[in-house]
């Protein structure tokens, strides 16, 4: 909730709003799909919710499709960051 950058109040009513709109979501994710829910982060969740938001027909399997999909790429990303780090504390090491 605290990574806002707002001048004016309506702008900060906007953003609470959607920072416990997404809390609900997890919320109400984690009680019905259990122990299958997936851990998705607050970023994740926000193109989610920007994905779904526009009164699109989804369903579930889509959804969690989506999500695969976003920590897939999160999770290649990290790897590619971790091994150009690693890459150059050797280098700093020689």
Not at 11 to 36: D, N, P, Q, V, Y
Request: aromatic share 10%.
């Amino acid at each position: 909730m605290d990574h806002y950058e707002v001048r004016k109040l309506p702008g900060w009513h906007h953003h609470m709003l959607t920072c416990m709109l997404a809390h609900f979501f997890l919320w109400h994710l984690k009680i019905r799909l259990g122990k299958k829910a997936p851990s998705i982060t607050v970023s994740q969740l926000r193109m989610l919710i920007e994905w779904v938001l526009p009164l699109r027909r989804f369903d579930v399997k889509k959804t969690l499709d989506l999500v695969a999909w976003i920590q897939l790429r999160n999770y290649r990303a990290y790897r590619s960051h971790r091994k150009r780090r690693m890459r150059e504390s050797t280098q700093v090491a020689l």
